[in-house]
């Protein structure tokens, strides 16, 4: 014999389940296209690692 009612308690559960799945995917989303933006601009990958690294030291000017 299936159950064929759903308690209340049930149906507040499922939209708070609902609200913080859509919470996740927007938050995804944010990232994702975050991402995506930083990428097609081209901008430098590189990351910190407490290395100097020529492509980000200043060039140095020398006078004759």
């Given amino acids: 014999m299936p159950i ?7 149906k507040r559960r499922f939209g708070r389940n609902l609200g913080v799945a859509l919470s996740l ?8 296209g975050l991402t ?10 590189e990351a910190f690692d407490h ?4 492509s980000i030291t200043p060039p140095v000017e020398t006078k004759p």
């Fill in 4 to 10: 064929t009612q759903t308690h209340e308690l049930h």
């Fill in 25 to 32: 995917v927007g938050f995804a989303a944010i990232v994702f």
């Fill in 36 to 45: 995506v933006a930083k990428i097609r601009e081209g901008a430098s990958m």
């Fill in 51 to 54: 290395t100097p690294r020529v």
